[in-house]
C-alpha cells in the first residue's frame, strides 16, 4: 500500500506543471484563506493567549485604572498612584509606567540614534518577576529623589545590535535626550514591557524631567496630571473581584479625602494585556475577523472544488480508460484524492 502511495504521489506532482494554469489558481485560493486564517490567529494568540515573554506568573498580573464605565480605562495621576500603592494589600506590589515607550535620542560614543525609552517605577520589574540577562534592573531604591538616580536598563535586542552583546557594558555612560545615563542591566531576551510598543531602554520614573525634557516636575505632585498607568500583581489566594472590592474602597477613601480634583474617581482592575484595559473588546474584534477570513477559506474550498469537478469532468475519457484495463472504482478514487491532497499541501505551504 505504501508503494502505491507514493507511485500516486509521484503521478499527482508529475500532473501540476501539466496544468500550470489550473495549478497556480487552486494553490492560490488555498493559500490566501490559509495565509489570512494563520495571520488573525498569529495576532490573536500574541494579543491574548500567549503569555508576555521574560515575566514569571503573568496570570496573577492586571491592569489598574480610572474606571467610569463598562469600557472606561484611563491614566492615573502619580500622587493617587503612591496613596494606592501604599494602601492596598491585595497585591504583591502595584508599578506604574508611561502609556507607552517615547522616542529619544540615544548617543553611544558620540554616535546618536533614535530609540524608544519606557519611564517605570523602581519596582516595576520586581513586580512582574523579570530577572535580568545582564547586571541588575531597576530597584526601589531608583525612585529617590527626582533626577538623582541616573540609570538605565537596555532592551536585550539593543544590547545585541548595539553594544554587540558585551558583557563589559554595565558600567557604561550613554547620553539620552542630552542627558548622561549609566548602564546598570540588560533585560532578558524577549522581554519587551507589558504594551504593545516595544522598549528599547527602560529608565527609573525619577528621572522624568531628565529624560524627557517637555515633561513638567509638577507632573509628580499635581493629581489632575493623569499620566500614569498602573499595573499590580494579585497576592496568592485573592481574586480580581476581591481586588477590584478593594479598590472601590481606596477610590472612596481618595475621593472624600481630595474631593476636587478625586470626582467620580473610581479603580478597576482587568487581567494584563498588551493594550491596558481593553481585552473584551480586543477579543471581540479578532473574533469578528476570525469569522471572516474563516468564510473566505471556505468560499475558497467551495471554488477550487467546482474546479476540481470542472477538471474531474474533463477526465472522464482517462478514467474510463483506467477502468477498462482493470483498475477498480477504489484505486481511482485514491488516485484522485492523492492528486488533491498534493494540491492543497503546496497551497497550504504557500499561505
Not at 502505491?4 to 508529475?14: M, W
Not at 506543471?17 to 485560493?29: I, Q
Amino acid at each position: 500500500m505504501f508503494e502505491t502511495l507514493l507511485q500516486d504521489a509521484r503521478f499527482a506532482v508529475r500532473m501540476l506543471p501539466k496544468s500550470p494554469l489550473f495549478t497556480l489558481t487552486a494553490a492560490l485560493s488555498v493559500a490566501i484563506g490559509i495565509g489570512a486564517n494563520a495571520t488573525i490567529f498569529s495576532v490573536g494568540s500574541a494579543m491574548l493567549l500567549r503569555p508576555m515573554p521574560g515575566i514569571s506568573g503573568s496570570d496573577r498580573l492586571v491592569d489598574i485604572g480610572r474606571h467610569r464605565g463598562d469600557d472606561d480605562f484611563d491614566t492615573i495621576s502619580y500622587p493617587n498612584y503612591v496613596d494606592i500603592r501604599d494602601r492596598a494589600t491585595s497585591f504583591t506590589g502595584i508599578y506604574g509606567h508611561t502609556l507607552e515607550p517615547a522616542p529619544i535620542s540615544l548617543t553611544v560614543d558620540g554616535d546618536a540614534q533614535r530609540s524608544y525609552g519606557a519611564l517605570v517605577t523602581g519596582n516595576y520589574f520586581e513586580t512582574l518577576n523579570v530577572r535580568p540577562e545582564l547586571g541588575r534592573l531597576l530597584r526601589r531604591e531608583d525612585d529617590g529623589s527626582r533626577g538623582s538616580y541616573p540609570v538605565a536598563v537596555l532592551s536585550h535586542d539593543l544590547w545585541v545590535e548595539r553594544f554587540g552583546s558585551e558583557p563589559t557594558v554595565i558600567g557604561r555612560q550613554v547620553t539620552i535626550n542630552g542627558f548622561p545615563f549609566a548602564i546598570v542591566g540588560v533585560a532578558p531576551r524577549g522581554f519587551q514591557g507589558t504594551t504593545i510598543l516595544k522598549a528599547d531602554v527602560w529608565l527609573p520614573m525619577s528621572m522624568l524631567t531628565s529624560a524627557m525634557p517637555s515633561r513638567r516636575g509638577g507632573d509628580f505632585t499635581d493629581r489632575r496630571a493623569t499620566w500614569l498607568f498602573m499595573g499590580g500583581r494579585l497576592r496568592n489566594g485573592v481574586t480580581i473581584e476581591q481586588a477590584n472590592a478593594e479598590l472601590a474602597t481606596i477610590a472612596a477613601a481618595l475621593e472624600r479625602e481630595h474631593p476636587t480634583v478625586n470626582t467620580r474617581l473610581g479603580l478597576k482592575a482587568h487581567p494584563v494585556a498588551i493594550i491596558p484595559g481593553i481585552t473584551k473588546i480586543i477579543a471581540g474584534f479578532i473574533g469578528l475577523l476570525m469569522a471572516i477570513v474563516t468564510l473566505l477559506l471556505l468560499i475558497a474550498c467551495v471554488n477550487l472544488a467546482g474546479m476540481l469537478l470542472a477538471r474531474g469532468a474533463a477526465r472522464g475519457r482517462e478514467i474510463a480508460v483506467r477502468l477498462a484495463i482493470g483498475a477498480n472504482q477504489g484505486r481511482i478514487a485514491r488516485q484522485l484524492f492523492t492528486e488533491t491532497a498534493v494540491l492543497f499541501l503546496v497551497g497550504a505551504v504557500a499561505g
